[in-house]
């Protein structure tokens, strides 16, 4: 049989790479492999850092006693939606973060959209796309958990609450779980949407049926605290 040479070390070997050179090979594979699952490890926990600034040191027991055991049950490698109505001040967007941190200990990736940033999101969407636009819907969409904050302080224009209504709709299309806070409930949440244009209760009852009973589990912490 004709004798080769390792292409690394031009050692004389029957294979083109030498054995001490494959197991080298091999070795510097799993090292870089595993500086990049690190460094998207760390890339992840620096988000996390970031998103929770504030919310750092929420804890099961500080949430609402309603909230406390739907959480003992809840699933973070694989969450349900929820949506938690309830009067300001009384802890909802602690609580998104106490059950959003479940899920990114679980290695999940989650996104949270307060009102102010929905709200400008929207209103950019509109002036630049005005049409429907598929590349925000699946940034918007692209995360494995979402927070949708504060809900109802959005734009208050029918062009930014059609859109927030499409979004939400390819939300649900795929299958995309959030937990959703706002401090309306039921006929209020339709009317903080109402604009001064003819039918635009439409939308407010489009937006909320995108986030009820059928889409999320709801709990209305007005009914229980």
């Not at 595993?34 to 500080?62: C, F, I, M």
């Not at 009973?213 to 912490?221: G, W």
Request: aromatic letters at 8%; one cysteine or more; hydrophobic letters at 35%.
């Amino acid at each position: 049989m004709l004798q080769s040479e390792c292409i690394f070390c031009h050692v004389p070997c029957q294979e083109f790479v030498c054995p001490a050179c494959e197991e080298k090979a091999e070795l510097n594979n799993q090292r870089i492999a595993a500086e990049e699952l690190e460094s998207v490890s760390q890339r992840k926990e620096r988000r996390w850092r970031t998103l929770s600034k504030g919310y750092e040191d929420v804890v099961p027991n500080r949430m609402p006693i309603s909230l406390r055991a739907l959480y003992e049950q809840w699933d973070g490698e694989n969450p349900q939606s929820i949506t938690i109505m309830g009067p300001t001040g009384i802890g909802k967007t602690s609580a998104a973060f106490v059950f959003a941190k479940k899920c990114h200990d679980a290695g999940l990736v989650v996104q949270h959209w307060d009102a102010s940033e929905l709200r400008q999101m929207t209103l950019q969407a509109t002036q630049s796309f005005g049409e429907r636009s598929p590349r925000i819907a699946n940034e918007f969409c692209a995360p494995d958990l979402l927070i949708l904050d504060d809900l109802g302080q959005t734009a208050k224009t029918e062009a930014s609450n059609e859109y927030l209504r499409y979004l939400l709709e390819e939300m649900r299309k795929r299958k995309v779980p959030a937990i959703i806070t706002t401090q309306y409930r039921g006929d209020e949440l339709v009317r903080s949407f109402k604009t001064d244009q003819i039918g635009s209760d439409k939308i407010g009852k489009a937006i909320v049926r995108r986030i009820g009973k059928d889409y999320a589990q709801v709990i209305n912490l007005y009914d229980s605290e």
